[in-house]
């Protein structure tokens, strides 16, 4: 049995690896894969992987691409969900931001340097037409960091997925005033290059099991109600996401890479860009 480490963020998006593993899916291949939940996001499991703490990432592409360029010794194998994801702009309840315009040179909370929530407040910015120099942050590590944050007015504003922090809006703890969905597709697989080139039959077959379980996630007998109670969110909320949400199979194409690349140096994210083999790697 081969033990393999992976991490990703406690969300929905990430069920089909659970169930992929309580269904011991991976064990009949042969592959302990070893799943761990990191809630502090993206700059968390770039440092896992830089760090040898973890095999795999299932990771935002932002924060991956821009953590490979600056040398983490890992590549994207796949995309896993295309669709984009709608970050939420939160503030406080009883704050007195009721337009994004109100949010202009404000503080935002964000789970760590490098992370989403950092990348996509440039992104917004941007939209905005606002100056990005004068982005101001405060690391909160967590969702529950970002309610303190915000409530003790440590920071004005947080970004988050939208349908993981509506729990939050409904009871009336955040006040939602818009989204920004990212210009990419929003998760792909990142492995470390050590495995890739010790062991990259072990990596296919572990895309072929996931990639089999996406294919039907869908259509799982009670998947509506399996999500409503495991992620404390609303049946018409999960209708809504689970219609929106497509999970993929396919390598990161160059054109969408090269895209990708070019917004993050356009928005002082990067410094520099790279070669499309210095970043993805097909199998």
Not at 25 to 47: A, N, R, S, V, Y
Request: charged share 25%; with cysteine.
């Amino acid at each position: 049995m081969k033990k393999i480490k992976i991490v990703g963020v406690p969300e929905h998006f990430n069920l089909p690896w659970q169930l992929a593993i309580e269904n011991h899916e991976f064990t009949e291949k042969g592959i302990d894969l070893q799943w761990t939940d990191i809630p502090e996001g993206t700059g968390k499991m770039c440092q896992m992987l830089r760090n040898g703490e973890t095999d795999i990432a299932v990771i935002l592409t932002e924060g991956i691409v821009k953590d490979i360029v600056e040398g983490n010794p890992s590549k994207i194998v796949q995309v896993y969900v295309k669709t984009p994801l709608l970050w939420g702009i939160h503030v406080d309840a009883n704050s007195s931001y009721y337009t994004l315009s109100d949010l202009e040179n404000k503080k935002a909370a964000i789970s760590r340097y490098g992370s989403g929530s950092q990348l996509m407040a440039y992104v917004n910015a941007n939209n905005q037409g606002w100056n990005a120099e004068k982005l101001q942050f405060e690391v909160v590590n967590t969702i529950d960091g970002a309610v303190d944050a915000l409530t003790n007015r440590e920071a004005d504003y947080f970004m988050w997925e939208k349908f993981m922090t509506k729990p939050l809006v409904d009871k009336g703890i955040f006040r939602r005033l818009d989204d920004c969905p990212t210009p990419w597709p929003c998760f792909v697989i990142a492995v470390r290059d050590e495995l890739l080139e010790k062991e990259p039959n072990i990596v296919k077959q572990i895309l072929e099991v996931i990639n089999a379980k996406t294919n039907h996630f869908k259509y799982i007998t009670n998947i509506e109600k399996i999500l409503s109670e495991k992620y404390n969110q609303k049946i018409e909320d999960i209708k809504t996401w689970l219609s929106i949400t497509e999970w993929d199979k396919n390598p990161l194409e160059k054109t969408m890479l090269n895209k990708i690349q070019n917004q993050l140096f356009d928005l002082e994210i990067i410094k520099k860009k790279v070669t499309f083999a210095e970043i993805v790697k097909h199998l």
